[in-house]
């Protein structure tokens, strides 16, 4: 068990080394949230205004929105560096030494749960530079960024499984480009609940993403209902180590195609 | 006696119903280089992946080491270097990266594995480049950072799958020399695949044709050869004739055998290729067959594997080019 965690750790490494590389990815990760949370600030400023839409300021109610969609599309974006490896023989060769399998899939999982810590780091003191008021405080706000990091372990480990199973970039870009935009709209990240259609609110419900963002932002607020923001914790957690489960069986199919 | 590589009879089909392995055998004696050869999809990388441990047969047995490569992997693979066909390096890694993280995964840490890392490097002419990222590296170079990555935690076993395909003929004649060199080293057993039959012919002590996923033929390279004696005599035609024909006209050169006919070719042997000339050319003369050429030489590795296969070499070769 150890030995897996510490090869865990060598493996993270690796990949946070070689995005540390790649300076135009480091740019445009730490640009793209910011574009959005000014750009979907400005657009939809406004929607505040009808009525029951329940909050006073709208970069308050889409900062955490927005925290959340930058963390569901690193995760799901991460499988196209597993393609790579596969690509390569990169994969092949650790699957031929010692090394715990577990570790290759925790070690990608790792990097991109750090990833994520940084990248809502970021967001959350630009949405304070721009207005964003906290209520919840630090507690609050560090809840937000674990159901975060929950949402990007469990969609970063499913992103891994499709790239084990198809071993394509093609199918990986689909999948991505089919999935990602849909179930951030198909959850609150830009419009309250209460004014979602009645059919989009039943879908939500059952959306990892939304409960992240509900879970957050809840905790966020100035009188917290923590039955509801655990719940929402739990119903996460669950969610990441069914998905990291996943993940470990299309590795078992992986090597038995080899 | 023990050996270092043993598989009976491994039997794999994959998803789709192609046959890789249709009962390979083999057994390497430590210490020695042993070649499996053959053309492309003769069955090799299937086999090496099998023995070491990424893919499972589904049928027979295989001990690496000593082991079991099914019920005790996990010691096949700490016994074990690796070097496939896709390099499988880290690309946005420089060489002491990759080699530092190859050996962590095999347990190494501390003084150990920095020092073998750069007497590796040393040995194979990366030091001045250890610290660049393996994308500069020439095919050359990342050919050699592969062989050091599987020999970075001392394996007693060294699998090299097809490590001179792709290589520039300069490079490949260093390989050649890296891996004789290897081949010194106290206790290592080498397995590798080509389908250069020279270079197996070169650098192996034992050497085993594979073709359709069996063995067709194991020996010595020398006693491989040893088998056919005499000449080859290779007849070419004009345009394609009918093998029964060709056959047929030949039946009464006594001298003459193993006579095999693809459309424009005729290979056989005879104890001495430049006698039998005049009456073969008579012969295919008087069966109007019109002939372009005809060449006698000593027998090579491409007979042995015409012998055994069936087919030429070259031919077995492009069947399954993409």
Known sequence: MTTAIVESWFMMVRHLRNLMRQPWWIAISLVQPVVWLLLYGALFRKVVEIPGFGSGSYIDFLTPGIVVMTCLFSAGWSGMGLIDDIDRGTLDRFLVSPVSRGALIAGRLMQGALVAVIQSAIIIGLGMLVGATYPGGPAGVAMLVVCAVLLGTGVGALSSAVALLSRREETMIAVSNFVLLPLTFLSSVFMAQTLMPGWMRGVARYNPVNWAVQAGRGALTTNVDWVAVLTRLGLLAVFAAVCTWLATRAFRMYQRSV | ?322
Not at chain 2, 138 to 151: E, F, I, N, P, T
Not at chain 2, 183 to 209: C, K, N, P, S
Not at chain 2, 231 to 240: I, K, L, S, T
């Open chain 2, 1 to 322: 006696m023990s050996y270092a590589i043993e598989a009976r009879d491994l039997m794999k089909t994959y998803r789709g119903g192609v046959r890789a392995l249709d009962g390979l055998s083999l057994a390497v004696e430590p210490g020695t280089v042993f070649g499996l050869v053959g053309p492309n999809g003769a069955g090799k990388s299937t086999t090496v992946k099998i023995l070491t441990t990424l893919s499972r047969a589904d049928a027979g047995q295989a001990f690496v080491a000593g082991h079991d490569v099914r019920s005790e992997p996990k010691k096949v693979r700490c016994a074990i270097g690796s070097v496939a066909q896709k390099s499988g390096l880290d690309q946005a890694g420089t060489g002491r990266e990759n080699l530092v993280l190859q050996g962590r995964v095999y347990g190494m840490r501390g003084r150990e594995l920095g020092h073998r890392a750069a007497e590796l490097l040393e040995r194979f002419g990366l030091d001045e480049a250890a610290d660049r990222t393996v994308r500069t590296y020439s095919g050359g170079m990342q050919r050699r950072l592969d062989v050091a990555l599987g020999l970075m935690h001392r394996p007693q076993v060294l699998f090299l799958d097809e490590p001179t395909t792709g290589l520039d003929p300069e490079a490949r004649v260093d390989m050649w020399s890296e891996i004789t060199r290897l081949a010194g080293v106290e206790g290592l057993t080498i397995l590798l695949t080509t389908h250069y039959l020279d270079e197996a012919d070169r650098l192996t002590q034992q050497m085993a044709i594979v073709d359709k996923g069996r063995v067709v033929a194991a020996g010595s390279p020398d006693e491989l050869k040893g088998e056919l004696r005499g000449d080859a005599v290779v007849v070419e035609f004009d345009e394609p004739v009918e093998g029964a024909a060709a056959c047929a006209a030949l039946a009464g050169i006594s001298d003459l055998r193993d006579v095999a006919v693809e459309p424009k070719v005729l290979r056989a042997r005879a104890d001495d290729g430049a006698r039998v000339v005049p009456g073969v050319l008579s012969a295919l003369e008087a069966a109007g067959l019109g002939v372009a050429s005809v060449t006698v030489s000593r027998p090579s590795l491409d007979d042995v594997y015409l012998r055994y296969a069936g087919r030429s070499f070259s031919e077995a070769d492009s069947e399954v080019a993409p």
